[in-house]
C-alpha cells in the first residue's frame, strides 16, 4: 500500500506554454479547470438573470435585451424558445460545466496529490488531456448560443421526443446536436478525471498515510471518481444513440410520431427509456456535485473549529452508503412517467434511505461545531452556510421521495427550491468555502478576508431570499419550466408579487456575486503573501510551500504519522498537529496515538 | 448609362401595355351542393387574453363558410398548368393576426413577393410557418403592432404550406405560393377574378380546406372574359 | 461573558439570520398564504394528509437542526482564552441519531408504500373511461361511445379529419366520440371512479389536474391508465406539467365535473365517428 518516499523530482526543462498552457502538474491544471468553471459559472449566472427578467416581469418590454440579443428576444420581450433555451442552459451549465468542474477537475486535482504527498497524479498527461477535452466541450457548448434556431430548449434532461426531433422545438436543431456532442466530450473528459483520481489515490499515498488516515476531502473526491466511472458512460451512451435517432434514422428513443404536420420517429422506440438512462447517470451525478463538497466542508468545519472531525469513520461510511444508495434510487425522478408502480415503490424505498446517511453527516458536522472554537474565516463562514443550506434542502426532499406526496408536487417550483437548496447553493457554498479556503495555498497570496464575508453574507440570505418562497409557488402547484403563469385560474394571483420577489433577490444576490470576481482577480497580484499554514491546519498540503513548486515537496516525501484532524489536542502546545508530526512512542506508518 | 436604362425601361413600358391589350379574364363563382359541414366552433378557453377579446364565446371558424348565396368561401382558384413567369410585385401580401385569428384565413402569394406579418393584438403569437418546400420559421411577436416580412422561394400549395400559432393552436392560415401572378381566393360571395392572362389553354384547379380540389381546362382568346363555376359536392 | 470575542458579530448575525428564517418559514407555513389548491378528487385527501405528515416532521426537525446549528455557532465562537473540546466518538450518539431517523424514514416508507399501492389499484370494473391526447400545445380528447370501447388507432391514418388517427374500419371505433384538440372539454361524472387513458401523438406530456391531485406523463407509443375520483362539481383546469415545447405554458384544458346524468345527456348530444369521418 505505501510507496518509497524517494522518488525522483524530474525537472525536464519547462516553457511558458508547458508550463501554463499545456501543462501536466496538476496544480496548474486545477487552476485552468477552476477559472475555466467559473468563467462557465458567470455565464450561467447571467442566464439566470434573464431567466428572472421574464418570470418577474412577463410581458413588460426591456429593449437592451434586444440589441443584446436579437435572436432571442423581440421589442424588448423575451420569447418562449429562448426563455426555454435559457433554462436548458442555465441547468447545464451550472451542473455540470460550474460546480462539477469546479469541485472535481478544480479541487480534485488540487487537493488530491497534495493531501495525499504525492508529487502529481498518477497519469499526468492523461490529467492535461481531460482539462483539453474539457475546455473544448465548453467551446463546443458556448458556440451552441450562436447557431440557427439557438441552443438546445428540451431542459437539461434533453428529454425526448422534444430534444430528438428537430421540429419540436426551434433549439431541438443544431443546438440540441452540440448540446449532445458537448456532453460527450464532457464526459470523456471526466472519465480521463475519474481514472486519474482513483488511481493516485490508490498508489500514491505517501508513507504513513493509510487510507484510514486520509482527509475527508479526498475521501469525498475518491467515491466522487468511482460514482462518475460507472456512471458516466450510460449517459455517453445514452447521447450518442440519442444523435443516431437524430441524424442517422434509429429509433431507439422515438416512437412513430404526428409533429407539426407530419409523419415522425420510427417504429418501437420508447421516449422513456432515455429517461432511465439518463436519471442513471443524472442522479449519482447530483452526488457528485454534492460529495466533494461535503468533504470540504468537513475539512473547512474541522480547521475553523479546531476541533477534530466528530464521527470520521462514519463520515467515511455515510459517504459510501450515499454513493451506493445513489446508483439505485435514479427513479424518483419518473414516479408518474409511466414507469410501473412497483417500481416505485422499490425506488421510494431507496431514496427516502438515502436521508439516513444524509441526517448522520448533519449530526457529525454539529457535533464537531460543539465545543469548537470557531475562528470565523471567510472559508468557515461558507462551510456553516453549506450545512444550514443542506439541511433545508435535504428535508424537501423527504417530501419528493415519497411518491403519493410527490405527485402534486412534481415537476412544481418546489421541485426547483429543493434542487437549488440541496444541490445548487450547497455546492456552490462548497466551492467558495473551498476557494477561500485553499486561494493562498493555489496562488500563495491572500483573499480580502472583509470582502468575502460580506459575499457570504449578501450570498446567504439572498439565497434564502430567492429559493425558500418556491416552496410555497411549489405547494400551490405553480408548474416549473412555464415561460408565463397568467393564464391559470388556479395560480393565486400574488404568484406575480412572489415572483417579482424573488426576482429582485436573483438580480442583488447575482450582483453580490462580483464582490467574489474582484477579490480573486485583485488578491492574484495584490493580495498580502500567503505563508506556508495561514490557517494552522493538519494536512499535508499546509506542509508545502505556499504555493507548491513543481512536485510540491522537496527532494524527500513528507512522512505521515497521524489522521489528519488533531485539533485541540490536551497534549500537545499547540492547537493544531500537522499529519506529519512523529508520535511519541509509536513508528511511522502505525496507528500513531489513539483518535 | 442613363440614356440606356431609360430606353429599356420605355421599351418595357411598351411591351407590357401591348400584352396588357391582349390579356383574358377568368372569372366565376364557387358553389357548394348538399349537406353543408359544421364550421368549427373555436372556443379560446384554452388563453384567457382571447377568450376575453371575444368575451368568452366561442367563434366561428374559418374552415368551412357557407355563403347565403350557397357559395363557399376561402377557396383558392389558380393556374394549376399552363401560365408563367410575371415579375413579382414588391407590394406586400399583409396577414394579420387579430384577436387571436389569422386574416385572411387563405391567400395566395408570388415567389419573391414580400409577405407582412403582423400582430394587431396585445399579446404574444408566434407565427409558425410549416412548409415542405419553403422551410419551416417560427417567429415570436410578443407585442401589438410588429411587423415581419418574409419571402418565400418555391411554388407551393396548400395543405403542405400553412401558417399556425404554437401558443393558440386553433389559429391556422393557407398560402399559395405560386411562380405567377394568376391567383385568387373567393370572397363572401364566393366570387374571384383572375386577370391578365394571355391567350392560351389552361388548366383552372380550385382548392378548399375541407373538400379538396376540383379542377376544369379553360381555353382563353386574347382579350377575352369567361365565367367558370366550381362545384364543390358532399 | 463580557469580554470582547473576535468572531461576535458573525456569530451573532448567524443566530439572527437563522431564527428570522425560520420564524419566517414557521408564521408563512402554518399561516397557509399559500396552501394546496383546492381538494376536488377522494385519492387527494390521502395524499394531502401524507402531505401535512411529511411537513410535520421535516418542519420540526428543520427547526430543530438550524436553531441547534445556529446556536451551537454563537455558543462556541471565537474565545482566544479558551482551548477547544478534544472528543470525536460517542457510539451510543451516533447510533441513537443513525436509528431515529431510519426509524422515522421506515415509517414514512410504510406509510407512502401503502397509500401508493392503493392510489395504484386496478380500478373498479365499469369505471368511466375517457382517453386524453397531448399534441403540441393542446389537449384532444376521446370517449368511447355506447359500446364502452375504445376503437384502435394507428400515428400513420392521421390527417386533418381524422386527427387521433381513428381506424374506422374497427366496429369499436364507429361510435367513439373524439374532439380535436383545443376543441372539447373534458367532461367528467363527480362521485365515481374515472379512468383516463393518457397518449400522446408527438413529445412528453403530462396530464396534471392540480384539484384532483393527479399528474401523469402522456408518453408517444403508449398507452399510460390513471384513476381517481372527482368528488366536487365545477370546472376545474387541466395543466400540462410535462416541458412539451415553447407553447407548453399555454397548454389549457378545461374539466367539467357534473352528475351522471348529466354526462351521458351530454355525450349522447355528440357527434360519433360515423359522423364526422366520412
Not at chain 1, 548 to 572: E, F, I
Not at chain 2, 110 to 131: A, C, K, T
Amino acid at each position: 500500500m505505501v510507496r518509497e518516499t524517494t522518488t525522483e523530482v524530474h525537472h525536464h526543462k519547462e516553457t511558458f506554454l508547458t508550463r501554463y498552457i499545456f501543462s501536466m502538474d496538476h496544480k496548474v491544471i486545477a487552476i485552468q479547470y477552476l477559472i475555466t468553471a467559473l468563467a462557465m459559472g458567470f455565464i450561467g449566472l447571467f442566464l439566470s438573470w434573464l431567466m428572472r427578467i421574464q418570470l418577474g416581469w412577463s410581458g413588460r418590454q426591456f429593449p437592451f435585451l434586444s440589441r443584446l440579443f436579437p435572436g432571442g428576444v423581440e421589442e424588448g420581450i423575451i420569447k418562449p424558445e429562448f426563455y426555454l433555451a435559457m433554462v436548458t442552459m442555465h441547468g447545464t451549465i451550472m451542473i455540470f460545466f460550474f460546480i462539477t468542474a469546479a469541485l472535481v477537475g478544480g479541487f480534485g486535482n488540487f487537493l488530491i496529490p497534495l493531501q495525499i504527498g504525492a508529487r502529481d497524479m498518477a497519469f499526468p498527461f492523461l490529467n492535461m488531456l481531460s482539462y483539453w477535452v474539457f475546455l473544448a466541450s465548453c467551446i463546443v457548448l458556448v458556440v451552441s448560443f450562436f447557431v440557427t434556431g439557438g441552443p438546445a430548449a428540451a431542459g437539461w434532461t434533453a428529454y425526448p421526443p422534444l430534444s430528438g426531433v428537430a421540429e419540436a422545438i426551434p433549439g431541438s436543431g443544431l443546438g440540441q446536436t452540440l448540446w449532445l456532442l458537448s456532453l460527450a466530450l464532457f464526459i470523456a473528459s471526466s472519465l480521463f478525471g475519474s481514472l486519474n483520481y482513483i488511481t493516485t489515490t490508490l498508489n500514491l499515498r505517501t508513507k504513513g498515510l493509510s487510507m484510514g488516515r486520509l482527509p475527508l476531502t479526498v475521501w469525498a473526491l475518491f467515491i466522487t471518481a468511482i460514482l462518475g466511472l460507472l456512471s458516466f458512460p450510460v449517459l455517453l451512451a445514452a447521447a450518442i444513440m440519442l444523435l443516431f435517432d437524430r441524424h442517422l434514422g434509429t429509433s431507439f428513443f422515438l416512437p412513430r410520431l404526428f409533429i407539426a404536420g407530419h409523419q415522425a420517429g420510427g417504429e418501437g422506440g420508447n421516449p422513456i427509456l432515455w429517461q432511465h438512462l439518463f436519471w442513471f447517470l443524472g442522479h449519482p451525478e447530483v452526488y457528485i456535485a454534492i460529495l466533494p463538497a461535503m468533504g470540504i466542508t468537513s475539512e473547512v468545519l474541522a480547521t475553523c473549529c479546531r476541533k477534530p472531525i466528530f464521527g470520521y469513520k462514519a463520515m467515511v461510511l455515510s459517504l459510501l452508503a450515499i454513493a451506493f444508495l445513489s446508483f439505485i434510487v435514479w427513479g424518483h425522478h419518473m414516479f408518474v412517467s409511466g414507469m410501473n408502480p412497483l417500481l416505485g415503490t422499490a425506488f421510494m424505498t431507496t431514496t427516502l434511505l438515502i436521508a439516513v446517511p444524509s441526517a448522520v453527516k448533519t449530526f457529525n458536522w454539529l457535533a464537531t461545531i460543539w465545543g469548537g472554537n470557531i475562528k470565523f474565516t471567510a472559508a468557515a463562514l461558507f462551510a456553516i452556510g453549506f450545512v444550514s443550506v443542506f439541511t433545508t434542502g435535504g428535508l424537501t426532499g423527504i417530501f419528493l421521495g415519497n411518491p403519493p406526496v410527490d405527485i402534486q408536487l412534481h415537476d412544481t417550483y418546489f421541485v426547483v427550491a429543493h434542487f437549488h437548496f440541496v444541490m445548487g447553493t450547497a455546492a456552490v457554498f462548497g466551492i467558495f468555502a473551498g476557494i477561500y479556503h485553499w486561494f493562498p495555498k493555489m496562488f500563495g497570496r491572500m483573499m480580502n478576508e472583509p470582502l468575502a464575508k460580506a459575499h457570504f453574507w449578501l450570498t446567504f440570505i439572498g439565497v434564502y431570499l430567492i429559493f425558500f418562497p418556491m416552496h410555497y409557488l411549489g405547494i400551490s402547484g405553480v408548474p416549473r419550466r412555464f415561460y408565463d403563469f397568467a393564464n391559470y385560474d388556479f395560480i393565486p394571483p400574488s404568484v406575480s408579487g412572489v415572483n417579482i420577489f424573488i426576482s429582485i433577490a436573483a438580480l442583488i444576490v447575482g450582483a453580490a456575486q462580483i464582490l467574489f470576481l474582484v477579490n480573486f482577480v485583485w488578491s492574484l497580484w495584490k493580495g498580502p503573501k500567503a505563508e506556508k499554514n495561514p490557517w494552522k491546519a493538519t494536512t499535508l498540503e499546509w506542509q508545502a510551500e505556499s504555493p507548491p513548486p513543481h512536485g510540491n515537496w522537496g527532494p524527500q516525501l513528507p512522512t505521515v504519522y497521524r489522521w489528519a484532524y488533531d485539533y485541540s489536542r490536551p497534549d500537545a502546545t499547540e492547537d493544531f498537529v500537522p499529519q506529519t508530526v512523529p508520535v511519541v512512542g509509536a513508528p511511522a506508518g502505525t496507528d500513531g496515538g489513539k483518535h | 448609362m442613363k440614356f440606356v436604362s431609360r430606353l429599356a425601361s420605355l421599351f418595357a413600358v411598351a411591351f407590357a401595355t401591348s400584352t396588357l391589350w391582349a390579356q383574358g379574364t377568368i372569372k366565376g363563382k364557387v358553389v357548394f351542393q348538399g349537406t353543408p359541414l359544421k364550421p368549427r366552433m373555436i372556443s379560446m378557453k384554452q388563453d384567457k387574453k382571447c377568450d376575453a377579446l371575444h368575451k368568452g364565446k366561442p367563434v366561428t371558424g374559418d374552415d368551412f363558410v357557407l355563403n347565403p348565396n350557397g357559395t363557399l368561401q376561402w377557396v383558392l382558384v389558380y393556374v394549376k398548368s399552363g401560365a408563367k413567369g410575371g415579375k413579382a410585385p414588391s407590394k406586400p401580401v399583409v396577414l394579420t393576426q387579430h384577436e387571436c385569428i389569422y386574416r385572411p384565413h387563405v391567400f395566395g402569394i408570388m415567389v419573391g413577393q414580400p409577405l407582412e406579418i403582423r400582430n394587431d393584438d396585445p399579446l404574444l403569437h408566434n407565427v409558425h410557418f410549416v412548409s415542405k418546400k419553403n422551410g419551416t420559421f417560427n417567429l415570436g411577436q410578443p407585442v401589438k403592432g410588429m411587423k415581419t416580412q418574409k419571402v418565400f422561394r418555391s411554388p407551393e400549395l396548400p395543405p403542405s404550406s400553412y401558417f399556425k400559432c404554437d401558443v393558440h393552436p386553433w389559429m391556422r392560415a393557407y398560402v399559395g405560393i405560386f411562380d405567377h401572378p394568376y391567383f385568387a381566393v373567393t370572397d363572401s360571395k364566393g366570387t374571384f377574378t383572375i386577370s391578365g392572362l394571355p391567350a392560351g389553354t389552361y388548366e383552372i384547379e380550385a382548392w378548399h380546406e375541407k373538400l379538396g380540389t376540383q379542377s376544369q381546362k379553360v381555353t382563353l382568346k386574347a382579350g377575352e372574359t369567361k365565367d367558370i363555376t366550381f362545384v364543390f359536392k358532399r | 461573558m463580557v469580554k470582547k470575542q473576535k468572531g461576535s458579530i458573525h456569530a451573532g448575525l448567524f443566530l439572527l439570520v437563522t431564527i428570522l428564517i425560520v420564524l419566517a418559514a414557521v408564521v408563512i407555513t402554518a399561516g397557509r398564504f399559500w396552501w394546496l389548491p383546492p381538494l376536488a378528487s377522494e385519492h387527494g385527501a390521502w395524499t394531502d394528509r401524507l402531505f401535512v405528515v411529511t411537513l410535520l416532521i421535516t418542519g420540526i426537525v428543520f427547526v430543530l437542526v438550524q436553531i441547534a446549528l445556529a446556536y451551537f455557532v454563537f455558543r462556541h465562537r471565537d474565545d482566544p482564552e479558551r482551548r477547544a473540546a478534544y472528543f470525536h466518538d460517542n457510539k451510543p450518539l451516533e447510533i441513537t441519531w443513525t436509528l431515529v431517523p431510519a426509524v422515522i424514514m421506515t415509517l414514512l416508507i410504510v406509510s407512502g408504500g401503502r397509500l401508493w399501492s392503493r392510489i395504484h389499484q386496478s380500478p373498479p370494473e365499469g369505471a368511466y373511461e375517457v382517453e386524453v391526447w397531448g399534441e403540441q400545445f393542446k389537449w384532444a380528447l376521446r370517449y368511447p361511445g355506447k359500446d364502452g370501447q375504445f376503437g384502435r388507432t394507428d400515428i400513420r391514418l392521421i390527417n386533418d379529419t381524422n386527427p387521433l388517427g381513428i381506424d374506422t374500419k374497427d366496429p369499436a371505433s364507429k361510435d367513439d366520440i373524439f374532439f380535436p384538440a383545443g376543441e372539447g372539454e373534458l367532461h367528467l361524472p363527480v362521485g365515481e371512479p374515472v379512468v383516463v387513458r393518457l397518449r400522446s401523438k408527438d413529445v412528453l406530456h403530462s396530464f396534471y389536474v392540480p384539484a384532483f391531485r393527479v399528474k401523469q406523463d402522456a408518453v408517444p407509443g403508449m398507452v399510460i391508465k390513471t384513476w381517481f375520483v372527482p368528488t366536487k362539481e365545477g370546472e376545474f383546469e387541466l395543466v400540462c406539467a410535462e416541458l412539451c415545447g415553447l407553447g407548453h405554458y399555454q397548454m389549457r384544458g378545461i374539466v367539467i365535473v357534473e352528475p351522471m346524468e348529466k354526462v351521458q345527456e351530454w355525450l349522447s348530444q355528440q357527434q360519433t365517428v360515423m359522423d364526422v369521418i366520412p
